[in-house]
């Protein structure tokens, strides 16, 4: 990173960006917050680590009347960008985009319940996290902690940004989706089971919503009273209705970044919606979100050979 802090900091005192929009470390808890820096020292507090659990996309918006901006981004946070720029939301004329290398996100859920402990401390090690805290130290292995959709990740490589700082392995994986083909084997009866477990646990705080770069209506059907989509209280054919639109708006759109996932204080596992129409997206259309720019949202365009069979 002290490279790019580098060239980042001329940039800024060239004034051929505003600032540079990255996550600052932040090791408890284990959530970096996004900062958008406006000076060196800030430009020095930058981070690319496990616990960038939220996507940095959903902060672009926010900054206002930039001339030009550079944003540190991973694979799943380009493609967000690419989709953005595709919907018209952002300007890829007024961002400098540098991809960043990536091993992929802590899963805070997880992580919080392998310790079962107050933790104080994590250090980030090649393979594995040290937990320090009122249990004592316990070191974890990565692939026990990492979030499920980065173990699945549809592309970590950056192609599209304006600097490179990995290379590129456009061949990828074999990709699995394992939390899918495991709901995928369950009969309906346990699927509807699985998922009532889940969404009883949801307390509609809709950060889920909050956190997700693709969900930036000004008013969300689910705040509407004229109509009423979702009644305000507990119920749970509501709480599941709001899933199920939401994950209807996301198709095509969303990157499965998982951060919305991270971010529920619940953690219930959002990632089983978001992780299953991403693979059928890729495996009925051969389509992956964000690839470019130039390419168009997955329902503004159509083959002549896309499957059709879901057409009565
Ligand atoms: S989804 Fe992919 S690019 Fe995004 S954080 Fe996970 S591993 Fe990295
Ligand atoms: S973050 Fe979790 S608890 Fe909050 S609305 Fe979303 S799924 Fe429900
Ligand atoms: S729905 Fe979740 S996984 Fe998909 S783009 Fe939004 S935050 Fe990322």
Redesign the pocket.
Known sequence: MDDIKGKLKSMLRNGEIDGVLGFVEQKYPLKNYPLFAQTEDDINKLSNSLFNILNIGTYIRRIKDFKKIAVLV????ERTINLLCAEHQIDRDKLFLIGLP?K??LDVYTVEKEYNGKIDEIEEKDMSIVIKGNKGEKEILLNKVI?S??TS?VR?ETPTVDLQTQSLNENGEDLIFPSVKEIEEKNYKDRWKFFKNQFEKCTRCYACREVCPMCYCESCFVDSNDPVWVEPGYSIEDIISFHLIKIFHMAGRCV???ACERACPEGIRLSYLTSKITKDLIADYDYISGKTVQEKPMFGEYKLNDKGDFIL
């Open positions: 991973r694979g799943c946070e990536c992929g996100a979030s959709v980065c990740c970590k499965n970044c998982g």
